[in-house]
C-alpha cells in the first residue's frame, strides 16, 4: 500500500522546530559596554521614555544569549567590573545606581545568579558600602526591587571573606555587623518579590560561616520554625521555608545534624504538605528529604546495582544479535567489590521512616514539582539505605502504581521508579514486579468528561524505560525486550499527544542503542524516529504500517488499535484508528478476517457510544481492506453488518445527539461495503441504506451531510448498475434524480445543500438520461430569491456540483441528457452571474464562497472546452471570464485575490491555448509566463495589485478592474487601502490627461450603475475621497470643458438623497469638501450644498462636522476658490465661532445665509421644514 500523506486536521500538522541560528560569540559586547558607560553621562532627569527605551534594548541584547549563556562568560568579568566600578563611585546619584542595577539583573537573569556571583567582587571593605546601602533600600519600593536583589546577591559572596564578623565592628554603630546582617536577611526573607530568593542564598552563606554558626544558626533556624507557625496558610511562609532549604544544601551534615530532628518535627507539625501553597509544599518537600540526607551519613550503597562499561557502538555495530559478555564486562567499583551488604555497620535513625513516608506522600502531590522533588529525594535517600530499607522503599513505590491510586501517585510512582534505576537502587530482582506496572502506565488514558488524563503518566512511564536501557545489562532486560518494545512502539504510532509519541521514540532508540536486543531495533529507528513520529497521522498510518512488517509487533499494535483506540473519547482518534486497521489489515488479513471482525461486531452492541461509533467505522474500514486482498468476510459478520440499522432504529440509537455520530458511521460503513462489493441477496438492505443516505443529507449537520454525498456514489456504482452494459437500472435512477432534483426547490437550506451535494457526487451512468434536468434544477438553486437571498452555502454547493457534473460527463457529442456540450453557455452563463454575489450576514462576504466556486466553475468548463473543442467558447463569452475573473483579483479579500489571479494565469497560458482572448498580446507582456508560472504569493497585496493595475489601460479590462480597485481602496481595512491606493494612483499619475478622462468616465460609469447600492454606495464617495485627495485628477478636475466634476457631483447629491446613513452623509461632506477646488459652478454648488448641511434640522452632528471639514478645505483650497481673501477670512472666522450643534432653526439660517454671503453663493428659498432637501 501506498504511504498516506494526507492530513485531514490543522493539530495533526507538527512543525518541527530546531535551533534555527547557533551563536559563536557575543558580538555585541562593545555596544552593551557603551550603553553601560552611557549611563554616567546621563542625567537623573532624563526622559522616562529614554531610560526605559535603553533598557529594552539592553535586555533584547542579552535575552538572545538565553539559549546559549556561556558566550557572555569571557565578558562577565569587564562588564560588572563597568557596572560595580559605577555603584561604588561615591558621586554617582542614587538614581544612577538603580539603572546600574537593572543591567545587572538582566545579566543574572540570562546567566544564571550562581556564576554571576562568583565574578562578583568581595572584598572586606565592600561588605560595609553594600550593607549600609542596602540597609537604606525602601523595601516597599516595587519599581527599584532589582538595586535590593543584586545587592543580596553581592552581599552573599562578601560574607565570605576569611575573617571574623567581629572584627568588622566599628566602635560607633549600634549593631554589630553581624546583627545588621541577620536583620537584612530576615527582612527581605519575609517580603513577597524575588529578592527572597537572593535573601534565602544570603542566609545559607552567611550562617554555614564556621565563626557564625556556633552563636547564631540555632536562634535563626528557631525563628524562622516559629514563622511557620505564625504565618500559618500565608505566603510569608515562602521565606523562612526558602531559607531553610538552602542552609541544608549549603551547611555542613556535622553542623545540622543536632538541629535535624527538631527541624524534621516543626515541618511535620507546620502541615506544609497540605498546604494550598505550591511553593510551599515544593520547599517542605526539599527540606525533609535534605534532612534526611543530613541524619544519614554519605555512603555508596554496596548492594546497589553497577552496569559498569557501557559501550553504545558495540551494541549498534551488533545490530540485533546480543552482545557478548566480553564485549561489556563489568568493572566493579572498589566500594562494591567487598560483595557483603553492610547492613549492620550503622544504625538508622527513627526520623528516616517518617521522612519517607512524607516523600511517599508527596509523590502523590496534585503538583507535578513536587512529586519532582519528592521523587529525587527518594533516590537520594535511597541510595544511603541499607539493602533491605531500600527494598522496602521500592515496594512502597509499586505500591503506589495500582487502580485504586490517582494520577498523581501513578505519576509520582514513575518518577520514582526512574530516579531508583538510574542510581541503581533498583534490583534485578524487582523487575518482574516493576515491568508490568511501567507497561501498564504506558498504555494509561482515563477519560473523564470530555477529556481523559494520563498523558503525563505515559511520559513519566516513557522516562522509565528511557532509565532502564541506561541502568541494566541486556541479559537482565532480555526476559522483558518484548514486552517493552511492543509497548514503547505502540505509544510511539498511536498515543495522542505528540511529547508521548516523541518521548516513547527516544526511549526505544536508547534502549537500541544501549542494550541492541530489541528486534529490529536499528531498521525500527530509522521509520519511527524523534521527527517522523511528530505529525499524528503520520505516526497512525505511516510508522505504525511500517513497524507493523515485522510480525514480532503485528498483532499486538492491532489489539491495542481494537482495544484502547477504537472506543477513544477523541473522535480524530477513532477515525485515525480505523484508517490504520484498514492499512495494517494487510499485514495480518487472517487475524483480522476471523478475530478482529467478531470483537468489533461484538462492540457495536455496546452501551458506550464511542465505542459503537469507532467499532463501526473501524468494520467497514476492515471489510474493505479484505475486499483489496480478495478475502471476504464471514457469513456471521455479513449478517451482522445486514441487520445493524434496523436493530439501531429499534434502539432509537439514531436518535438525539448521540444520532449525528450514529450517521456519520453508519454513512462510511455504506461506503466502504459498497466499496468492497458486497452482495446482498436482500433488496431490503439496500434500500435502508438508501433511506438513511437521503435522510443524513437533510441532516443539519455539514459533517453529516458531507459523509453522506460521499456514500452515494459508491452505493449507486455498485447496487445501481447494471452489469452486463454498464447502464443504471431504470426505475432507481428515475426514482432518485426525480427526488433529488425536485429537493433543490425546498424551504430549507440544509436540505438544497445536501441534495446539491448528492447530485454533484452521482456517478456518470446515473446521469446519463436525465443530465438536463438535473442541470437545470442546479441552476435554479443558484438563483437569489428573496426566499433564499441570504443562502450563500446552498448556492455555492449548487456551483460546485454543476462544475463536478461537467467533469464527470464531459462536453464531448451528444445531447442535452448525454453531454454537457448543448449546455456549455447555460453553465457559464451560472458562473457568470456566481461572479456577482456578494451577499452578506452576520458571518461577513459569504457571498464570497459562490465567487470562489464560480472561478473554479469557470476554469473547469474553459479547461474541458478547448480540449474538446474550442468553438464552444465565443469571443463575448471569454470576454465575460477574463474581466469577470480579472475584477476578483484586484478586490477585498486576499484568498479571493489569489484564487483569481492563479485562474486567471491558468486560462492566459493554457495548453490547449483559448482563443478570443480580449488583448492577449498586452496581457501577456503584463503577465509573463515566467511570473505565472512561478512560486508568487497571489495573496499578497504587494504582488497582486501592482500587476492588475495596468489592466485600467485595456478599454475591455477597465470597467470590471476599475470596480474591483473603488471596492479596495473604499474599503476598511488600513492595509487593504494603503496598497490598493498606492497602486492605483502610482498609476494614475504616469497617465496622460487624455487616458485620466477616460478612466473618469468610466469610474462615472459605475457610479451610476450602483446608485444606493448597498455593497458599493459608501465605498464610491469613500474612492473619490481619496481620489481626490491623491491630486491625480487633478489636470481633469481643473479643464473647465470636462464634465467629470460636475457628473461627481450629481451622483453624489442623488445618492444621499435617499436612506441617509451616518457614514454615507460624513463621505459626501468629504466630496463636497473636495470639489470646492473646481472653479465655476461645481464649486459652487458643492459650497451650497455644504451650507445646506450647515443648517441640518435633523442632525446636530452633521452641522459641527461641516463646518469642521469645511473649514479644513478652504484652509486647504486657498487660491483655488473665486472667493476674496477678507471674505475667506470672514467665513473661516464664522465656520470656527459659531456653535453649529446648538443654534436654534432661526439662527441657523441666518448662519447660512450669512455664509453662501461670504462665498458668493445664491441662497435659494426654500421652506425650513425641507432646508435639508
Given at each position: 500500500?501506498?504511504m ?21 560569540m557575543?558580538?555585541e ?16 532627569n ?21 539559549e546559549?549563556?556561556?558566550?557572555l562568560d569571557?565578558?562577565m568579568?569587564?562588564?560588572l ?37 562568583r ?10 558600602l ?7 533600600q525602601?523595601e ?43 536583620d537584612?536577611?530576615k527582612?527581605?526573607l ?14 545559607s ?22 514563622s511557620?507557625?505564625n ?16 542552609i ?49 551519613r554519605?555512603?555508596?550503597a ?7 562499561c ?8 551488533a ?10 564486562k ?5 566500594e ?6 553492610d ?18 506522600q ?9 512529586r ?18 531500600g ?10 502504581l ?8 501513578w ?20 523487575l ?15 477519560p ?10 505515559r ?11 541506561r ?69 497512525y ?13 503485528t498483532?499486538s ?20 484508528s ?6 495494517l ?5 487472517e ?70 455520530l ?19 441477496d436482500?433488496?431490503?438492505?439496500i434500500?435502508?441504506?438508501?433511506m ?19 456514500a452515494?456514489?459508491a ?12 447502464s443504471a ?20 437550506q ?26 437545470l ?11 433564499s ?5 446552498s ?10 457534473i ?14 454537457c ?12 452571474e ?30 474541458l472546452c478547448v480540449?474538446?473543442?474550442a ?11 477574463m ?6 483579483a484586484?478586490?477585498r479579500?486576499?484568498k ?6 492563479k485562474?486567471f ?14 488583448n ?12 505565472c ?11 497582486t ?11 475591455s ?19 487593504l ?10 498609476h ?7 487616458e485620466?478622462?477616460?478612466l ?10 450602483n ?21 491625480t ?15 461627481v457631483f450629481n ?31 461645481v ?13 441640518h ?39 470656527s ?12 439660517r441666518t448662519?447660512?445665509n ?12 426654500i421652506?425650513a ?5
Amino acid at each position: 500500500m501506498e504511504m498516506d500523506t494526507e492530513v485531514t486536521n490543522e493539530d495533526d500538522i507538527c512543525d518541527n522546530i530546531g535551533l534555527g541560528c547557533a551563536l559563536d560569540m557575543f558580538s555585541e559586547w562593545k555596544e552593551v559596554l557603551n550603553m553601560i558607560n552611557s549611563l554616567k553621562s546621563a542625567s537623573d532627569n532624563q526622559d522616562v521614555s529614554k531610560t526605559e527605551q535603553a533598557n529594552e534594548k539592553f535586555k533584547y541584547i542579552l535575552n538572545q544569549y538565553k539559549e546559549q549563556p556561556h558566550l557572555l562568560d569571557p565578558y562577565m568579568e569587564r562588564m560588572l567590573g563597568e557596572i560595580l566600578d559605577l555603584v561604588k563611585d561615591p558621586n554617582s546619584s542614587m538614581e544612577l545606581r538603580h539603572k546600574l542595577f537593572k543591567y545587572l539583573f538582566v545579566i543574572v537573569n540570562v546567566r544564571g545568579y550562581k556564576v554571576v556571583v562568583r565574578h562578583l567582587p568581595h572584598e572586606v571593605s565592600d561588605l560595609e558600602l553594600v550593607l549600609s546601602m542596602l540597609e537604606s533600600q525602601d523595601e516597599k519600593d516595587t519599581l527599584t526591587w532589582e538595586t535590593r536583589y543584586c545587592l543580596l546577591l553581592w552581599l552573599s559572596i562578601i560574607v565570605m571573606i576569611p575573617f571574623h564578623m567581629a572584627r568588622l565592628d566599628s566602635g560607633n554603630q549600634e549593631k554589630t555587623v553581624m546583627d545588621r546582617l541577620l536583620d537584612v536577611c530576615k527582612k527581605y526573607l519575609m517580603g513577597g518579590d524575588s529578592c527572597r530568593i537572593a535573601s534565602a542564598y544570603l542566609s545559607s552563606k552567611l550562617l554555614t560561616r564556621s565563626d557564625v554558626k556556633e552563636a547564631h544558626l540555632k536562634p535563626f533556624l528557631d525563628w524562622a520554625c516559629s514563622s511557620l507557625v505564625n504565618e500559618e496558610g500565608s505566603w510569608k511562609r515562602f521565606g523562612p521555608l526558602s531559607s531553610l532549604a538552602a542552609i541544608l544544601k549549603h551547611g555542613k551534615r556535622e553542623d545540622l545534624l543536632p538541629y535535624a530532628p527538631l527541624l524534621l518535627s516543626r515541618i511535620i507539625d507546620a502541615k506544609c504538605r497540605n498546604d494550598s501553597y505550591r511553593l510551599t509544599r515544593k520547599y517542605a518537600m526539599k527540606i525533609t528529604h535534605r534532612i534526611g540526607l543530613t541524619l544519614l551519613r554519605t555512603r555508596i550503597a554496596s548492594w546497589r546495582y553497577s552496569r559498569g562499561c557501557r559501550q553504545i557502538a558495540l551494541n549498534l555495530n551488533a545490530g540485533d544479535c546480543p552482545v557478548k559478555k566480553e564485549q561489556t564486562k563489568e568493572k566493579i567499583t572498589e566500594e562494591n567489590s567487598t560483595g557483603s551488604d553492610d547492613d549492620e555497620d550503622f544504625d538508622v535513625p527513627p526520623e528516616i521512616e517518617d521522612i519517607i513516608e512524607e516523600l511517599i506522600q508527596g509523590l502523590r502531590d496534585p503538583d507535578i514539582t513536587i512529586r519532582w522533588s519528592a521523587a529525587k529525594g527518594i533516590g537520594r535517600i535511597t541510595a544511603r539505605l541499607s539493602k533491605g530499607l531500600g527494598d522496602e522503599v521500592v515496594g512502597s513505590v509499586l505500591d503506589l502504581l495500582n487502580a485504586r491510586d490517582s494520577d498523581a501517585a501513578w505519576h509520582g510512582g514513575c518518577l520514582a521508579l526512574a530516579e531508583l534505576g538510574k542510581r541503581g537502587l533498583l534490583l534485578p530482582s524487582r523487575l518482574p514486579e516493576v515491568v508490568p506496572r511501567v507497561v501498564k502506565a504506558l498504555n494509561y488514558d482515563e477519560p473523564r468528561g470530555y477529556l481523559s488524563v494520563g498523558s503525563h503518566i505515559r511520559d513519566a512511564a516513557c522516562y522509565v524505560c528511557w532509565a532502564f536501557a541506561r541502568a541494566y545489562e541486556t541479559d537482565v532486560v532480555r526476559p522483558y525486550v518484548n514486552e517493552v518494545s511492543k509497548a514503547l512502539l505502540i505509544v510511539a504510532s498511536f498515543d495522542r499527544e505528540i511529547h508521548c509519541r516523541r518521548a516513547a521514540s527516544a526511549a526505544f532508540q536508547e534502549n537500541v542503542g544501549r542494550q541492541g536486543a530489541f528486534p529490529h531495533g536499528i531498521d525500527i529507528l530509522t521509520a519511527a524516529d524523534y521527527f517522523a513520529v511528530g505529525p499524528r497521522i503520520n505516526a497512525y498510518l505511516n510508522v505504525s504500517y511500517f513497524i507493523a512488517q515485522y510480525e514480532e509487533y503485528t498483532l499486538s499494535m492491532i489489539d491495542h488499535l481494537v482495544e484502547r483506540k477504537i472506543d477513544h473519547w477523541d473522535i480524530a482518534i477513532r477515525d485515525l484508528s480505523s484508517r490504520a486497521l484498514h492499512k495494517l489489515t494487510e499485514k495480518a488479513p487472517e487475524y483480522m478476517s476471523k478475530i478482529v471482525v467478531h470483537q468489533l461486531v461484538e462492540k457495536t452492541n455496546s452501551i458506550d457510544l464511542n465505542a459503537r461509533h469507532g467499532a463501526i467505522i473501524a468494520l467497514g474500514e476492515i471489510v474493505h481492506a479484505l475486499s483489496i486482498l480478495n478475502i471476504s468476510v464471514d457469513d456471521v459478520t455479513l449478517n451482522a453488518i445486514k441487520n445493524l440499522i434496523k436493530v439501531y432504529k429499534d434502539r432509537n440509537f439514531f436518535m438525539g445527539l448521540s444520532g449525528e455520530l450514529m450517521k456519520l458511521a453508519f454513512c462510511h460503513l455504506i461506503q466502504k461495503c459498497s466499496l468492497a462489493k458486497i452482495e446482498f441477496d436482500e433488496r431490503e438492505i439496500i434500500d435502508q441504506w438508501q433511506m438513511l443516505v437521503d435522510e443524513c443529507l437533510c441532516h443539519e449537520v455539514a459533517n453529516v451531510r458531507g459523509k453522506a454525498a460521499e456514500a452515494l456514489p459508491a452505493l449507486c456504482l455498485q447496487y445501481y448498475r447494471r452489469p452486463s452494459d454498464g447502464s443504471a437500472v431504470g426505475d432507481k435512477q428515475t426514482q432518485l434524480v426525480t427526488k433529488y432534483v425536485g429537493q433543490l426547490a425546498a424551504n430549507t437550506q440544509t436540505i438544497r445543500i445536501g441534495f446539491a451535494l448528492a447530485l454533484g457526487s452521482l456517478p456518470a451512468f446515473m446521469l446519463k438520461g436525465c443530465l438536463k434536468s438535473v442541470i437545470l434544477g442546479l441552476v435554479e438553486c443558484t438563483k437569489i430569491t428573496e426566499l433564499s437571498a441570504k443562502w450563500a452555502e446552498s448556492r455555492r454547493d449548487a456551483i460546485r456540483s454543476l462544475t463536478e457534473i461537467s467533469s464527470t460527463i464531459g462536453v464531448g457529442p451528444g445531447d442535452e441528457n448525454e453531454s454537457c456540450r448543448p449546455l456549455v453557455r447555460t453553465l457559464m452563463e451560472c458562473f457568470l452571474e456566481g461572479l456577482d454575489e456578494y451577499t452578506l450576514d452576520s458571518r461577513g462576504d459569504v457571498g464570497s464562497w459562490v465567487r470562489e466556486a464560480s472561478m473554479t466553475g469557470l476554469n473547469t468548463m474553459v479547461n474541458l472546452c478547448v480540449k474538446e473543442d474550442a468553438t464552444l467558447l465565443d469571443a463575448d463569452l471569454v470576454k465575460k471570464i477574463m474581466i469577470g475573473i480579472s475584477q476578483q483579483a484586484v478586490e477585498r479579500i486576499d484568498k479571493m485575490r489569489a484564487h483569481a489571479a492563479k485562474i486567471f494565469c491558468s486560462i492566459l497560458y493554457s495548453n490547449p491555448k483559448v482563443p478570443h482572448i480580449p488583448n492577449e498580446t498586452e496581457l501577456m507582456s503584463i503577465f509573463p509566463e515566467s511570473v505565472c508560472q512561478s512560486d508568487i504569493d497571489w495573496s499578497s497585496m504587494t504582488e497582486t495589485f501592482p500587476r492588475f493595475v495596468p489592466l485600467l489601460n485595456l478599454p475591455s479590462f477597465s470597467y470590471n478592474v476599475m470596480l474591483g480597485f473603488i471596492a479596495s481602496v473604499g474599503g476598511l481595512t488600513e492595509s487593504l487601502v494603503k496598497h490598493s491606493s498606492a497602486s492605483l494612483f502610482n498609476h494614475l499619475k504616469t497617465q496622460p490627461k487624455s487616458e485620466l478622462e477616460r478612466l473618469g468616465e468610466v469610474i462615472l460609469k459605475i457610479f451610476e450603475n450602483n446608485q444606493h447600492s448597498k455593497r458599493l454606495g459608501l465605498p464610491i464617495l469613500v474612492f473619490l475621497d481619496r481620489l481626490f485627495s491623491s491630486m491625480t485628477f487633478k489636470c481633469v478636475l481643473d479643464d473647465a470643458q470636462s464634465t467629470f466634476a460636475s457628473g461627481v457631483f450629481n451622483l453624489t447629491k442623488v445618492e444621499i438623497s435617499k436612506k441617509q446613513t451616518t457614514a454615507k452623509l460624513s463621505a459626501s461632506i468629504d466630496v463636497f469638501c473636495q470639489l470646492i477646488q473646481v472653479k465655476g459652478e461645481v464649486g459652487k454648488k458643492s459650497l451650497k450644498q455644504l451650507g445646506l448641511f450647515l443648517s441640518h434640522q435633523k442632525f446636530k452632528w452633521l452641522r459641527q462636522a461641516t463646518a469642521s471639514k469645511v473649514y479644513e478645505a478652504l484652509t486647504m483650497s486657498e487660491g483655488d476658490c473665486d472667493i476674496g481673501d477678507e471674505d475667506l477670512d470672514s467665513a473661516m472666522t464664522l465656520l470656527s465661532d459659531t456653535e453649529w450643534s446648538t443654534k436654534t432653526d432661526d439662527e441657523l439660517r441666518t448662519a447660512r445665509n450669512t455664509f453662501y454671503a461670504l462665498v458668493k453663493v445664491t441662497a435659494t428659498k426654500i421652506p425650513a421644514t425641507s432646508a435639508t432637501q
